[in-house]
DNA sequence: GTCTATAAGAAGATAGAC
DNA sequence: GTCTATCTTCTTATAGAC
């Protein structure tokens, strides 16, 4: 990692923990491993490093989203691996959706930055709206459209599947963000969420 | 209100829009009316306007909750109430949780003011938890538990039930608090995702 | 590119008059 | 209880040596 990187990197650490205002350059530079002038060799000034994290992170973000199955460039052709759907695999796709969103270091850290800034900057909380609800909803909506269309699923609104699919999720998040003691707990929440999810939408046999 | 009200209201206005770090003393006073000095004659310290709040809501919250239906004191009493309920009642309870949560000065302005210092204060990440999350969940799993029991319900786990019930409320609740525009597309997903909940639970007809 | 020294300004809090 | 004046400290940012 450059030097740059590190600053963006040590920087977003702390913006997610103390939002942007209550961070001092001199803490970034600590954490980095310089002194404060340093940094201005790499940015011109605080706000500079942000948003350079913010563009950093949305490149990223869209070159990840389709792998992980998060907003909808792709969910047509993921559908089909749908398509032999199981309890099991539903499971599946809504814990991993959990643990990433959870644990990845980029998506951990972004989101509780965003989650402290949303409230002042409305170009942040439009790109929290669509990270963390609109791209995973539509996303899944087409999913269940499929599934419905395939009659795998009884037929119901699929957007309204894929909010009552993916809200308790997001809103163990939530929880977990505040505590993370309770990853466990919100985790088999999850499951039991999803096996009755299924029991209730789904035509195949467990 | 006496001016020491309006300090702590003032200041829970600016608190809850940009954090209690970003939020300058000599702001509060402007917001007042009053320069930032005579602010000391009222509290020993910003601190201490901000100990205050947090206090003050506490003491409304315990006193409204149970009223509203969102912590479980008294949910047993309140589950003969919905007897006889119907899609209609449990569409109008969904509502008017969100709209409580959404619109209820306080309860508006906390939240927000809670949201931008969770990850700073362990003590706040338990209270935000508890009063968005745990109580109301607790609050409805000893509804549903009722209603399974009196057979209104198909037999679920309760608590699920609860999840799911909630889940997509306190998710829209966080868009619409980024962006109030969305509040009429939420109460119409709320509605539907009602209507969809009481269609997979209920036995009654509509 | 990193450092030390320092400028320039902001912010929390106090002193003391009214 | 409110004001003006002021203190002290903190914070961003720059200047200039190495």
Redesign the interface.
Known sequence: MTTKERIMDEALTLF????Y??VYVGEIADAVGIKAPSLYKHFKSKKDIFDAIIEEIGKRYEEQASSIGINGNNSMEDAFLYLDISEEVLIKIGKDLFLYFLHDGYMSRFR?ML??E???NPDL??L??KQF?TDPVEYQTNIFSILCNMEKFKE??P???A??F???I??LL??C???PKMEKKAVK?IE??IR??N???GKAKK
Chains 1, 2 share one sequence.
């Open positions: 997610s923990q103390k939002g205002g209550d509780k989650t402290l949303q409230f002042r909380a439009m929290y709206t609800f119901a609104d957007k309204i599947m909010l009552q993916y809200s308790p997001y809103t939530t929880v963000d505040r505590d929440l039991y969420h009755q999810f029991s209730n939408y």
